[in-house]
């Protein structure tokens, strides 16, 4: 389902703060699609409950808190024209300068990138590929759907709750690393210039590739794996 982000700072006809989309997501999935697009100052707002869960909007009248987590799912083209990087019919179609893509991926904004644990690019399928039947060795949805209720059965087991909602110590305990993953972590935060936010959700997503794997523990190919989903930098 799309949903377009309305003002989430909505007010009734007596001043009072009411709940906008991002709360009406609540406990749900939050689809944007061409995030470019969305206004700067509207994204950012995105920001606070990606981390809190909630968002608090202030009036003259009241400040209210309003329940916010949800589950941000976002797309968006490599650049203005939607043709960089294409290997299939497109390519070589793409005229966008350096400048008007560092423009275009700019949009975004550094700590709001940051919020989002996994980056994933998806090429543009093969015209063959979307008239074919899907390959005998892929999985049904019903498969990944058992493989993830397993995942979140063994966090609830250990910790009572999905990983996402681990705090510090509850993430140090449910995290430990062996030397050889602590080396790979420590040297993609010199070499990418992670932040302690993004540390903490590597480490995150690294627990719940394990889970998915059904592994006890923490292995350096979870956390290569997690750390993948990481942008190289703020503008990619």
Known sequence: ????????????????????EITLAHGGVL????????????LEVLREPLESGRITISRAAR?????ARFQLVAAMNPCPCGYLGD???????????????????????GPLLDRID????????????????????????????QRVCAARGRQHARAGKINALLGPKE???????DEP???LLLTAMNRLGLSARAFHRVLKVARTIADLAGADALAAAHVAEALRYRPVDQGS
């Open 1 to 20: 389902m799309s949903v377009v982000v309305q003002k989430s700072d909505e007010t009734d006809s007596g001043g009072n703060p009411r709940p906008g």
């Open 31 to 42: 689809f944007l699609d061409e995030l470019p697009e969305f206004e700067r100052h509207v």
């Open 63 to 67: 400040q209210v808190d309003f329940p």
């Open 87 to 109: 290997a299939g019919p497109g390519a070589g179609r793409c005229r966008c300068t350096p400048d008007q893509v560092t423009r275009y991926r700019g949009r975004l904004s």
């Open 118 to 145: 996994l980056h994933v690019f998806v090429p543009r399928l093969a015209p063959a590929a979307l008239a074919s039947a899907a390959p005998p060795d892929s999985e049904s949805s019903a498969v990944v759907r």
């Open 171 to 177: 993430l140090d305990r449910d995290t430990v690393l």
């Open 181 to 183: 993953s602590r080396q």
